[in-house]
């Protein structure tokens, strides 16, 4: 059998969208076929496109909003008004429809979410109180981290999932966890770091439809690099994340090792 790759148009929800196609081909009978891991990538990349579309949160975000207000599954349906399983299977990969996904988003705002809480009759009185301090807490954490807010922004864009984040909402935690990694392991030089960090990314973004940190890249002359990444770096040594070393070199040059801290 041979791996063959071409473009076709799938349909889901009645829209149609072009998916490069991954599928297993027998060389005696020519006949195609996939195993469970190309179906779920093939899906993945319809999916995405469809989320994209309709402005319809993924998974990660989906998680993140009930996690944020650490209440159940089973609850986070409940004061939405869904189903009392569908809030678990959203997290779990099953699309919103478009109504669902926009009370989803509206309770990212916790102000919002309060307003929900309140209404639903249902919930007794010790989670509203557990809720509400929760809310409040929010509430101020969002004023004491302010810049942390406004410095991820400046690093990522105020992007939402997209195909150029590689449909991952851009964490800079998880980032910053990659760059320590690598400096841990290997000691790289500057632009082996950058390398190192687009082959994490993109590889497991052509395995399963979606990047691991969400943050975008560009071309330089030297190669692929991170949106930002000399001002990251330069961030993340501050914090004393990592320490940064530099060699000037006989040519004139300068060569920046990363090591860590």
């Given at each position: ?18 998916v490069l196609a ?43 909003t009930r996690i ?174 990592i320490d940064i ?17």
């Amino acid at each position: 059998m041979s791996i063959v790759k071409e473009w076709r148009t799938m349909s889901f929800r009645k829209d149609e969208f072009s998916v490069l196609a991954h599928l297993y081909k027998c060389e005696d009978t020519g006949e195609q076929f996939e195993d469970d891991n190309f179906a779920q990538l093939n899906y993945n990349q319809l999916v995405n496109q469809y989320r994209v579309k309709y402005s319809i949160p993924f998974p990660d975000q989906i998680s993140a909003t009930r996690i944020k207000y650490n209440i159940s599954a089973a609850k986070m349906s409940e004061i939405l008004g869904f189903g009392a399983n569908s809030y678990r299977q959203y997290e779990s990969g099953e699309v919103p429809n478009q109504s669902n996904a926009k009370l989803i988003q509206l309770v990212v705002d916790a102000r919002e979410f309060n307003k929900l809480v309140a209404l639903c009759t249902s919930l007794d009185q010790k989670l509203i109180v557990k809720t509400s301090r929760i809310i409040e807490n929010l509430l101020a954490e969002q004023k004491k981290y302010k810049f942390e807010k406004q410095l991820e922004s400046y690093f990522f864009g105020t992007c939402l999932p997209n195909s150029l984040t590689g449909f991952k909402t851009p964490s800079f935690q998880k980032f910053s966890e990659m760059v320590v990694f690598f400096t841990s392991k290997l000691q790289p030089w500057k632009t082996k770091l950058n390398k190192l960090l687009f082959y994490a990314d993109f590889s497991l973004y052509q395995q399963t439809g979606f990047s691991m940190s969400g943050i975008q890249y560009r071309a330089i002359s030297m190669g692929p690099v991170p949106n930002n990444f000399n001002s990251i770096f330069e961030y993340l040594a501050n914090k004393d994340e990592i320490d940064i070393y530099y060699t000037n070199f006989a040519d004139g040059g300068t060569g920046e090792q990363f090591k860590p801290n």
